[in-house]
């Protein structure tokens, strides 16, 4: 009984990772491939791998009947990097002071403010997105690094400011209290005992808003232009009227996949402490 069990769970276990793996593995299959293969039927597991597509993406490129989208990708791929760290940088500047006040201080309405900032991640993307683009034209953020990074607070900030909250809640007062008697001010607490302290869940914070800002596809699409798009509304570039460049799209994702991958080796020592620092009070 006991082998049938962990037969089933490694059953279960495989099947999993053959689940998450294989989508994946096939984007890397269609992004080293030429366009006839792509489109083949029965699709093709044997063909000739070729780097045209990757090539495509970066300096543009032409063989054959195979004609490159614009060579626009290295623009939406800074696009993303400086949107997604300017939207992570300014929520984690507004996020910290904010959830540690939610944290430790005692006022009235405490809880229902704390509501008030989830209830933003609870609202659906469309009820933000028409205001935002009529005040964004109107004060000429529209289609700026800036007024993306503005709109990205939606995104970050509430759950920077819950997440944030949780860890410091974590943290026992009397390290403040020890901290202060030996002269810490505020400030000094706030950079050398606390935020030390919360390094795992800060880090954790961190790589899922990045995550959240750099897989945005609505807000950049409705209040960025061509010269501001990130790379999740650069993709569909190379969709047009006369084809799907799907080898492109296929080799331009897996690029985009790369920055979060990279983070998230960085700071992985951080990850799984973080994610269970703030479950148990």
């Not at 899922?208 to 232009?225: D, I, K, R, V």
């Amino acid at each position: 009984m006991r082998l049938l069990r962990v037969g089933l769970l490694t059953l279960a276990a495989v099947a999993l990772v053959i689940w998450t793996v294989f989508p994946f593995f096939w984007i890397l299959l269609t992004s080293l491939k030429q366009p006839l293969d792509v489109i083949a039927a029965p699709p093709k597991l044997v063909f000739e791998p070729t780097l045209d597509n990757y090539a495509g993406i970066f300096i543009g490129r032409q063989r054959g009947s195979y004609a490159s989208a614009r060579p626009d990708f290295p623009l939406f791929f800074l696009n993303s990097i400086l949107i997604s760290g300017g939207a992570v940088l300014l929520s984690f500047l507004a996020g910290i002071p904010a959830s540690f006040a939610l944290a430790r201080y005692r006022f009235r309405f405490k809880e229902q403010l704390a509501f008030l900032f989830m209830s933003f991640r609870f609202a659906p993307f469309i009820a933000f997105l028409i205001p935002l683009y009529i005040l964004f034209q109107r004060t000429g953020l529209y289609n700026t690094y800036h007024g993306l990074i503005l709109a990205y607070q939606i995104i970050t900030l509430p759950f920077t400011i819950w997440m944030l909250r949780s860890f410091f809640m974590e943290i026992p007062t009397e390290v403040e209290e020890a901290a202060k008697i030996d002269g810490c001010s505020w400030w000094g607490v706030m950079t050398r005992v606390i935020l030390p302290l919360s390094l795992p869940g800060i880090a954790v914070t961190l790589i899922l808003g990045f995550m959240f800002s750099w897989n945005a596809f609505n807000y950049p699409l409705m209040l960025a232009g061509r010269q501001t798009f990130p790379v999740t509304v650069g993709a569909i570039q190379f969709i047009s009227y006369e084809q799907v460049l799907w080898g492109q799209m296929a080799a331009a994702s897996l690029v985009a996949v790369l920055p979060q991958l990279i983070l998230s080796l960085f700071v992985q020592k951080y990850i799984v402490r973080g994610l269970t620092m703030g479950a148990i009070r």
